[in-house]
């Protein structure tokens, strides 16, 4: 497997070090990229009729007996600050490849026993929209989100038949799950629909929902869980405070224990394709979960980082697919 874990640890630490010196130009509504159009297969990344080859060596053999659905919204990709672009267009090969072989494999993985997949390509927004959120940020991920929203809306109306939902993003999709979260399913008949929200990768509080809660024990259903991920005795250098009073899950128990040792993880994904389990323990503070240096070929390397946003969801990979196998079995149980 020729991905690089690499490229994740630099992302990670594009985004921990990153400030206001891209190269850029005024949100301009004439440089907003064609629109997708999800009818067609084209725009979609994934669909349980298009898994590539790299993602099925990871899903069910069983696909056609899956009794959920999994949507997963993919982290912001494109942190070139040599690119002036606020979008990107879903054409763009060389995110798209990103989005496939990186975002996909090494994060909606995780959730291929658990149901049928489907990633809307869209144009997501550029790092630089975090932090020029007053300056063109917001139209940019407006722009983004418009294009998640369409596709689910298409999703309910084709392919969904009532089927029960996995929600997933992270980083910067979990941006845009969040107001999915709120739009379709808050206080709404859909939320009957909802197994569980995964929604690392951002700051979330506990209060952002009204009918939506957090999950504190790993077979709840209905919910959702968030978490932000940092080495031990680490802090964000920018926005030191951003993080506090934000919701921080344990992806290891799923329940309220705030520490766990190397026996209780089952396993992170690495870019060879093999899962190390045991290889860190975490520490619960307030609103991070705080990571030992995982053990894995090339730790040396990942000794350096502090921020390991970028793997919020590899570093804990079977852990969460065993428990969104739980939740989904238990949602399924319930609603015989």
Not at 220 to 228: E, M, R
Not at 259 to 287: M, P, R, V, W
């Amino acid at each position: 497997m020729k991905i690089n874990f690499l490229y994740l640890c630099c992302l990670a630490l594009v985004i921990s070090s990153c400030k206001s010196t891209y190269k850029t130009q005024t949100f301009r509504v004439a440089d907003i990229p064609e629109a997708p159009d999800y009818t067609k297969e084209s725009s979609w990344a994934v669909l349980p009729s298009k898994y590539q080859e790299n993602l099925q060596t990871y899903a069910s053999n069983r696909q056609d007996t899956l009794e959920a659905d999994v949507f997963y919204v993919y982290p912001t990709l494109n942190t070139d600050k040599k690119d002036i672009r606020w979008n990107v267009p879903i054409d763009d090969v060389e995110q798209n490849d990103i989005v496939l072989n990186k975002a996909v494999l090494m994060q909606a993985s995780a959730f291929a026993t658990s149901g049928k997949v489907y990633v809307p390509f869209y144009r997501q927004a550029h790092l630089r929209s975090y932090r020029l959120f007053k300056e063109g940020g917001k139209e940019a991920q407006d722009v983004a989100y418009s294009d998640v929203k369409k596709a689910f809306e298409l999703y309910l109306k084709k392919y969904n038949a009532g089927r029960p939902i996995i929600m997933v993003g992270h980083s910067q999709g979990t941006t845009h799950t969040v107001r999915l979260l709120k739009d379709f399913f808050d206080n709404t008949s859909l939320q009957k629909q909802l197994i569980a929200a995964y929604i690392p990768g951002i700051r979330v509080k506990a209060n952002d929902f009204s009918s939506i809660k957090l999950m504190t024990s790993p077979s709840d259903i209905g919910g959702f869980v968030s978490w932000n991920t940092y080495k031990k005795n680490n802090y964000p250098k920018k926005d030191k405070d951003w993080y506090k009073g934000s919701v921080t899950s344990n992806p290891i128990t799923w329940n309220t224990e705030t520490s766990t040792s190397l026996e209780q993880h089952k396993g992170f994904l690495y870019t060879n394709g093999k899962i190390y389990d045991k290889a860190l323990s975490i520490e619960i503070t307030d609103g991070l979960v705080w990571s030992t240096n995982p053990k894995f070929p090339l730790r040396f390397f990942m000794s350096f980082l502090k921020n390991y946003h970028a793997g919020d969801i590899n570093l804990f990979w079977q852990d969460i697919r065993e428990n969104a196998e739980l939740r989904v079995n238990n949602w399924v149980r319930k609603h015989q």
